[in-house]
């Protein structure tokens, strides 16, 4: 009886351990990762959007396609309000900002094309 009654007992610790060890690696995930993509229509203006952002780390990408060498301005804001904003243009590639410390609220990430250019922006958070 008390070789049963031991048996019963190692298997409840390792039991409970197994649940303790999953419940750790869960919480180990970012919480907050998020990830947008938004490709304009030819020389139109782009944008894409994240709600419920919690604050934090902001990588912005632009990759605009064209030969007109304009210069333009992505703007991102939280809540409707300038949060802040780059300079690209459709010959400079693909351009990657990141921004530390946002505020927390929506996210809107907006990008402008000239004619014949497409513009496509990502909005990644950590």
């Known amino acids: 009886m008390r070789a049963i009654a031991l048996r019963t007992a190692a298997v409840a ?3 409970v351990g197994a649940v303790t060890a999953t419940t750790a690696v869960a919480s180990a995930a970012p919480r907050d990762v998020q990830h947008v993509t938004s ?3 030819v020389g139109k203006s782009t944008s ?3 709600k419920k952002f919690s604050g934090g780390t902001v990588t912005i ?3 605009a396609t064209g030969n ?4 333009h301005t992505a703007v991102l804001t939280v809540n409707g309000v300038k949060a802040a904003s780059e300079s690209y ?3 400079g590639g693909t351009r990657t900002w990141t921004l530390k410390n946002v505020k927390s609220g929506t996210l809107k990430l907006t ?3 000239s004619k014949g250019q497409v ?3 990502s909005l990644s958070t950590k």
């Open 119 to 121: 513009t496509k922006i």
């Open 111 to 113: 990008a402008p094309a």
């Open 61 to 63: 990408t632009v990759d």
């Open 89 to 91: 243009t459709d010959k």
């Open 68 to 71: 007109s060498g304009a210069k």
């Open 39 to 41: 490709t304009s229509q």
């Open 13 to 15: 610790v390792v039991a």
């Open 48 to 50: 894409a959007s994240i």
